[in-house]
């Protein structure tokens, strides 16, 4: 049952702050900077209606007013409410293509800036990376990754992946990295159990891509993942 509470929480919080969302579009002049709040409010809504506890540590070695790329594990669907719930920024994901037409939900990615990828065409990706690039430089905001691709089967992190992570290297960005511990005891991808976990959100130092050039970028992506690991042992997971 509790498995059911979960998905009426989440579609019950998405019609009513998402339709809320379209509305504030309308009036935002940043597109997408309201958009923004009312998604961290959608994900502390979610987390507070289950009764999930929750804990993120780390934020202070990083700037209110800096703009950063977010690289995390990816554990469970409870990563996003929990991500978005506890990083105090204009954040938006690279997302997958299939969610941009999802109603209310897409609509509501679509007029907060959020970018989409198309993962089954490599050519399509690649012009999407340079779509997102050039809007970044005009209309700077922070990017949330998940360099593994998709969510683990196991609880093990997965190799990162070095495409969403080049954005660092040709825009400058620092990119932060994030180990997420707990989602995966709480929902684990394919199954129909909602265990109620304690979720911890541990921010690492920020990673200066700007040292690496585009020959580097699977040690980026390797130096980011390292750096994830050291997270997830310091959080004794």
């Not at 579609?11 to 709040?37: Q, V």
Request: glycine share 8%; charged share 20%; aromatic share 12%.
């Amino acid at each position: 049952m509790r498995y059911y509470w979960l998905w009426f929480v989440v579609i019950l919080w998405t019609i009513i702050l998402g339709s809320l969302a379209l509305f504030i579009a309308l009036f935002d002049p940043t597109r997408g900077k309201a958009m923004s709040w009312i998604t961290r409010l959608w994900s502390r809504f979610i987390l507070f209606t289950l009764r999930t506890p929750y804990q993120v540590q780390g934020l202070d070695l990083l700037d209110p007013d800096e703009n950063y790329i977010f690289a995390a594990n990816h554990s469970s669907s409870m990563d996003i409410p929990l991500l978005f719930g506890c990083l105090p920024y204009w954040l938006v994901p690279i997302a997958k293509m299939e969610l941009k037409w999802i109603p209310i939900l897409g609509w509501a990615m679509q007029a907060g800036g959020h970018v989409f990828i198309d993962r089954s065409n490599h050519e399509k990706a690649m012009k999407s990376m340079d779509e997102i690039k050039h809007s970044l430089l005009v209309k700077p905001r922070s990017i949330l990754l998940f360099p593994e691709g998709s969510r683990t089967l196991n609880g093990e992190i997965q190799p990162f992946k070095p495409g969403g992570l080049l954005l660092g290297i040709e825009t400058g960005m620092l990119i932060v990295p994030l180990a997420i511990s707990g989602t995966f005891e709480s929902l684990k991808k394919g199954s129909k159990q909602f265990k109620k976990h304690k979720l911890l959100l541990k921010v690492g130092e920020p990673i200066n891509s700007g040292s690496y050039q585009f020959d580097d970028r699977k040690q980026l992506a390797k130096d980011v993942r390292d750096a994830v690991l050291r997270l997830k042992s310091v959080a004794g997971t």
